[in-house]
């Protein structure tokens, strides 16, 4: 259970209103480093704005998100750069940002956390492989010291873009998709796209990549080369992921740890094996009222919830 014993992020008391709207109330769970977690809960129990919060499209009324990049975010020093106002520290224990303070750019190029969307965003008139070199932007206008020296080619600016093209390949190459390099991206099958644009975040080497629904319209051979993809990025690339999954046969077979919302509220957070038989959460997405909880434990029985 690495998120109890090393905690990659440590959503505390996070809460998101909207006027008199509260999209998320009072909502603190961790993420292990090295897991696959899975946020899941019915239609507008609020998990897309989790993620927008912690990647920062949205700043969080109240609430702290504590990311160690490297090492732990202790206790202590989590308290200490609160106290601090600052963003990020670099402490012995560990790089420790605090998400809530950052713009969204901070938190990719520097705290190194990823993200796609519900909806494919790829560049669809550019090619597979410009698609994955243009996600490496950052390193390759560094190596142009942000001059022309990139368009003229000279200092370090050649020998990145050629690193770049060739990390571009090799992920094409993991998931079969090197031969289709020249064609643009929007030619494409679906589930070839999906995991083009998963592919394209992992240029970026981030620490933590953030999937908002992955296997939406995915048929059931896609679904599988999608697990085969998300399990290989935590176990070869050492990083770890954070999902909003409606599939429950995906969240069930790849991840470590489920936190389940609803109403913006935290109703279950354990194994998978856990929250499957939490009668709350079979209550959350059968539909019935908080009175009706204990009605579905009884009806569920010992045998029931073991099946």
Not at 79 to 94: C, H, I, K, Q, V
Not at 177 to 204: F, N
Not at 238 to 258: F, K, P
């Amino acid at each position: 259970m690495r998120w109890q014993t090393d905690p990659l992020l440590q959503v505390e008391h996070l809460t998101m209103r909207f006027g008199g709207l509260v999209a998320i109330d009072d909502l603190s769970f961790t993420a292990g480093r090295g897991d696959i977690t899975a946020l899941i809960g019915p239609n507008g129990a609020g998990k897309t704005t989790v993620f927008n919060c912690i990647t920062g499209f949205y700043k969080p009324t109240e609430g702290r998100l504590a990311f160690a990049r490297t090492g732990i975010a202790a206790p202590a020093g989590v308290d200490a750069l609160t106290n601090t106002g600052a963003r990020f520290a670099y402490e012995p224990s560990g790089d420790i940002y605090l998400l809530e303070r950052m713009p969204d750019f901070e938190i990719s190029a520097q705290a190194r956390v990823a993200r796609t969307f519900q909806n494919i965003r790829l560049f669809a008139g550019m090619t597979v492989l410009e698609n994955l070199v243009v996600a490496q932007h950052n390193p390759l206008m560094q190596a142009s010291g942000w001059t022309v020296m990139g368009l003229l080619g000279i200092g370090g600016y050649a020998r990145r873009e050629s690193e770049a093209v060739d990390k571009a390949k090799s992920w094409l190459d993991s998931i079969g998709l090197l031969e289709r390099a020249d064609d643009p991206a929007g030619d494409l099958p679906y589930g070839d796209q999906r995991r083009l644009e998963i592919i394209r975040a992992m240029c970026t080497d981030p620490v933590l990549l953030c999937l908002d629904e992955p296997a939406a319209g995915l048929n059931p051979r896609e679904t599988a080369m999608l697990n085969e993809l998300l399990l290989t990025i935590r176990d070869e690339h050492n990083t770890s992921l954070l999902l909003i999954e409606h599939d429950m046969a995906v969240v069930m077979q790849i991840s470590d740890h489920v936190v389940v919302i609803d109403y913006g509220v935290k109703i279950s957070d354990g194994t998978p094996e856990f929250v499957r038989n939490d009668p709350k959460v079979i209550a959350a997405y059968l539909g019935v009222s908080d009175e009706e909880v204990e009605q579905v434990e009884s009806e569920i029985g010992a045998d029931g919830g073991a099946r």
